[in-house]
């Protein structure tokens, strides 16, 4: 049983920053892509960045693309998302997720792509 445990949220001004970690635990945590996705009340959740199992691919949401990072570190079973330039329309519940593949898939940016859900972090941008 895999278990991912985010943390980092909060609240902030517009333009400040958060990093965001998920601990992994369970099993073997390097050979599976991760993504974070996001949930804003009233709305479905969205996919937000993926990595692939080595940290050398990262595919982002358009409107993170430039302020949003995401990497890992396998020795850690980690991994985060580095928000920055944030924005109140960023404010929403973040979810880290443990993916089916360790690559690319065309499907990456698909819920159902992703098998282990952390509980989330709260994430509240101020105007």
């Known amino acids: 049983q895999v278990q991912l445990v985010e943390s980092g949220g909060g609240l902030v001004q517009a333009g400040n920053s958060l990093r965001l970690s998920c601990a992994a635990s369970?099993?073997?945590?390097?050979?599976?892509?991760m993504g974070w996705f996001r949930q804003a009340p009233g709305k479905e959740r969205e996919f937000v960045a993926f990595i692939n199992y080595s940290g050398a691919n990262t595919y982002y949401q358009d409107s993170v693309k430039g302020r949003f990072t995401i990497s890992r570190d396998n020795a850690k079973n980690t991994v985060y998302l580095q928000m920055n330039s944030l924005k109140p329309e960023d404010t929403a519940v973040y979810y880290c997720?443990?993916?089916?593949?360790?690559?690319?898939?065309?499907?990456?940016?698909?819920?159902?792509?992703?098998?282990?859900w952390g509980q989330g972090t709260q994430v509240t941008v101020s105007s």
């Open positions: 369970g099993r073997t945590f390097s050979v599976y892509a």
């Open positions: 997720a443990e993916g089916t593949h360790w690559d690319y898939t065309p499907s990456y940016s698909d819920v159902a792509t992703y098998r282990y």
